[in-house]
């Protein structure tokens, strides 16, 4: 497992539209989304009372109205109305309306825990900046949105009958690092190495190559794999799609442009 910290190559004006969406994505999971979602995960066979049983049936619902279930993009249909080609539900707790086109996108904006919403915004802010300063702000919110989207779908597409909802920004996150590769393969990521331990300066297309590949070998049930490799495509084709409009071609920078920072690779 690769995480990484920081890029060496500074953009070169503020990155007002990350920052922006770095600012939604957490007041949506702190002030939006229902108060069970930002409390850690408990185990064991405590006893549950009514208002655990209340917060446990808010979030439930929440999910369904907002999160993007698969059966329901498949079918059209929301699973309240048992739409043939749905799995059961899992839970009984269904919104009684919703807009299934609607859900594409707010599931975007939708974190499970804090440690989800800590990861993803993390990745946003190391590879959001430049993306945004190649892009401009236009150009990269429809990145984003477009990105996610087709991550989404791409998750759908995989799991056609599931009536679980999928929630979170890394989809469309993964179209922002997409587009980073295709812009900035050769800039340089301070990256921490699990399996090693140690922190060191490493190519960004070696970093995300690494997260692409590994994407294919995910056993835990609980990441959608097939949405971070969707957006990680769709962003990467259109950053070379719109990267030949003129426009975004004179956002283009030269190795003088950069200044070449490039420190040597050291462990921490």
């Not at 770095?22 to 939006?32: A, C, N, Q, S, W």
């Not at 698969?70 to 048992?82: F, K």
Request: charged share 15%; with cysteine.
């Amino acid at each position: 497992m690769a995480v990484p910290f920081r890029d060496d190559l500074p953009s070169r004006r503020p990155s007002w539209l990350t920052m922006v969406l770095i600012g939604v994505l957490t007041f949506v999971f702190l002030v939006l989304q229902p108060a069970l979602f930002q409390r850690p995960a408990t185990s064991g066979s405590g006893s549950v009372d009514a208002s655990t049983t209340r917060e446990v049936a808010e979030a439930e619902t929440f999910l369904m109205r907002w999160g993007t279930v698969p059966c329901e993009v498949t079918t059209g249909r929301a699973v309240i109305e048992r739409p043939d080609g749905c799995d059961e539900a899992l839970t009984r707790h269904l919104p009684g309306e919703k807009s299934v086109p609607l859900s594409l996108l707010t599931a975007l904006f939708l974190h499970a825990d804090v440690f989800h919403l800590a990861g993803n915004l993390l990745f946003l802010w190391v590879f959001g900046n430049n993306v945004e300063d190649r892009l401009g702000r236009g150009w990269y919110v429809l990145l984003y949105l477009v990105g996610g989207v087709a991550a989404s779908l791409t998750f759908v597409a995989f799991n056609q009958h599931s009536a679980a909802p999928l929630i979170g920004a890394s989809g469309a996150i993964a179209a922002v690092m997409g587009a980073y590769l295709v812009f900035q393969p050769r800039a340089r990521v301070l990256t921490g190495i699990v399996a090693v331990p140690q922190v060191v300066y490493l190519p960004a297309a070696a970093v995300l190559g690494l997260y692409f590949v590994t994407q294919f070998f995910t056993v835990d049930d609980g990441v959608a794999w097939q949405a971070h490799a969707g957006g990680m495509v769709a962003g990467a084709l259109l950053a070379l799609l719109v990267g030949r409009l003129p426009s975004i071609r004179a956002r283009a920078r030269t190795d003088v442009d950069v200044g070449l920072r490039r420190p040597a690779p050291r462990p921490f």
